[in-house]
């Protein structure tokens, strides 16, 4: 990184990215172990398991755009300091929570072979992923509420605690994991349902120490009143830039979870090895997340409390900081090929694709540095969220995902080269968003502006 002279701005960004990298990495190795300890049964219960949190990808696209918009609003009110409006934030972010953990509550428990089907064809791996997704179901209100409640515990200095509830959440995960998987300490031998309660049960504990954090750590409640009587002025405000944000996140990850449907449709070893691949990526960006995350609020707080040109100042540091730190970490994950191949125990051809699936990884990875950072959190800080939508529908949709499908399933192309040509999403919208960039449309305060 740069040697950055503003004492303030170095401090700040150290006291968030430190603790939301280790959050984003213990959180990233849940899915390792249950990778890793599922591989001892067999690579088809790994690659069903992979397929099944799918499940989860779509249910953070929408938790994500709940809990971004609210970051977007609670650091520019902090940055002005209005606690009453953080307050409001929370109430309305718990009140748009309530509909998406029903709907996917009740997809995951009364319809997970209808689920299963639409990630793989293959017989072995549906049958693998519905008791997984039918257990895994009670997890996924733990995890929705957990994010709203984190959010509010990042907006208002209390990132570490963020931390120290996922540090107890991924422990927790990895023994229950151990002991329920392979049948341990006298419980019953479980295979990938026993994963998806040792998930459940550590999502449930996390959940339990965010509440309890909230309510020792600050003065901000739950109120009724904020749930179900969310203020005008809010709601309309949450809804002229979230909506951008939801309508891009659901396009940008359903075009994803299409980029996994695809590879589950060319085999189980294609499937297990972009499984594993998928999860040295999460690992090695969990840096690119962590400046994503403290972006909003670095730059956030600025714009709240009106000062514009700090806000500005402090976007073109990051975006330098960003590019050094992809460039760094796409060389890791290329580099990290040998070690993940000695710990895997796939098939010949499967470790074949994820030898060459990791080296792909660097350009990717560099990519995804600079995207999430300017457009999840600089643009997001600003309120600029058309932007990312129009990016990320037309890179995904008019590129991606139809070529994608043509050189798989049309062309019939080796495996490898269609891998290739799903990655190229990062890559290619990087000319345009460096473009915008520079334009500092993002540059404006939203909580004072006339909706």
Known sequence: ????????????????????????????????????????????????VSLATQVVLVLTLFTMTITAGGSMFAAQYWGKGDNESIEKVFGYMFALSLPVIIVFFSCGMFMPEGVMRVFTNEPGLIENGIPYIRIASFSYVFMTLASVFETLLKNVGYVK??????????????????????????????????AALATTISNGAGFLLCII??????????????????????????????????????????????????????????????????????????????????SVIIIGNELGAGRLDKAKEYGDKLLKITVISGIVLGLIAAASAPLVLYFVNLTETAEHYLLIMLLMCSYYILGRSINSTTISGIFSAGGDTKFGFICDTVTMWAFIVPLGFISAFVLNWPVMVVYFILNLDEIVKLPVVIAHYKKYKWVKNIINEEV
């Open 161 to 194: 605690e963020c931390t120290i509830a996922s540090v107890v959440i991924v422990f927790m995960n990895i023994i229950l994991n151990a002991i329920l998987i392979f049948g341990l300490l006298g419980a019953p031998k479980m295979g990938s349902a026993g």
């Open 213 to 294: 954090f909230i309510l020792v750590k600050t003065k901000f409640r739950l109120k009724f009143k904020n749930i179900f009587h969310a203020d005008l002025d809010l709601r309309q405000r949450f809804s002229k830039y979230t909506l951008p944000y939801l309508l891009n996140s659901l396009l940008w990850g359903f075009g994803f979870t299409m980029i996994t449907v695809i590879m589950g449709h060319l085999g189980s070893d294609a499937a297990a090895a972009n499984g594993i691949a998928a999860i040295v990526k999460d690992l090695v960006s969990c840096l690119c997340y962590a400046i994503a995350g403290g």
């Open 1 to 48: 990184m740069e040697q950055v002279k503003d004492t303030s701005f170095r401090k700040k960004l150290i006291s968030l990215i430190l603790p939301m990298t280790l959050q984003n990495f213990v959180f990233a190795l849940v899915p390792v172990s249950d990778a890793v300890m599922l591989l001892f049964l067999s690579q088809d219960s790994m690659a069903a």
